[in-house]
């Protein structure tokens, strides 16, 4: 008899705590980023019951991705989309040969266009990163001075350490 344990992970309290100006490597531009915090539990069955801790990250505003990630799909991913494609192919390729007459060109053309697409993730699994350089663009990001929450646009109110919304509770940093 099959037996299977579910695990994964599960966020709690995901909540807004900061923003700030910053650089994204997804648009590749300056962009106004804010800091997400969450306590992360590992669950099993869907019960949180191994507490993992905090996580924190900045989300870009424009494009919800983690500001300072690879852009593109990570290298596990790629391997997978090759060895995804390479399966498909082989089959496809295997039932050409039976196939009626006027749907060949249709799995011909299905077949090309796996094989590009094949091509194309086997260079991008073997290439280096080239993602282009952003490490200089943020050192020339300047410190967010805005005086409006960007969540709420209610005005900031300003504190010790910079300013913060009351509101939302999120600091400007
Ligand atoms: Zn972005
Ligand atoms: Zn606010």
Not at 118 to 131: D, E, M, P, T, V
Not at 137 to 154: I, K, S, Y
């Amino acid at each position: 008899m099959g037996f299977f344990i579910i695990t994964g992970k599960r966020e709690f309290r995901l909540r807004p705590q900061a923003f700030r100006n910053d650089f994204c490597r997804h648009c590749h531009e300056e962009v106004l980023a804010v800091r997400y915090g969450s306590f992360v539990f590992g669950t099993l069955f869907w019960i949180p019951l191994l507490p993992l801790g905090p996580r924190r990250r900045w989300l870009c505003w424009e494009c919800f991705q983690p500001t300072h990630s690879h852009p593109g799909p990570k290298r596990s991913q790629r391997f997978l989309m090759v060895l995804a494609l390479a399966i498909l192919i082989t089959g496809l390729a295997s039932v050409l040969p039976e196939e009626a007459p006027d749907t060949k060109p249709i799995l011909i053309g299905l077949i090309a266009a796996m094989g590009l697409g094949f091509i194309w993730f086997l260079y991008l699994g073997i290439s280096h990163r080239n993602a282009p350089e952003w490490k200089p663009h943020l050192a020339r990001v300047e410190p967010c001075q805005d005086h409006q929450c960007p969540l709420c646009e209610a005005p900031l109110h300003l504190t010790a350490e910079g300013a913060e919304c009351r509101l939302c509770r999120v600091k400007r940093l």
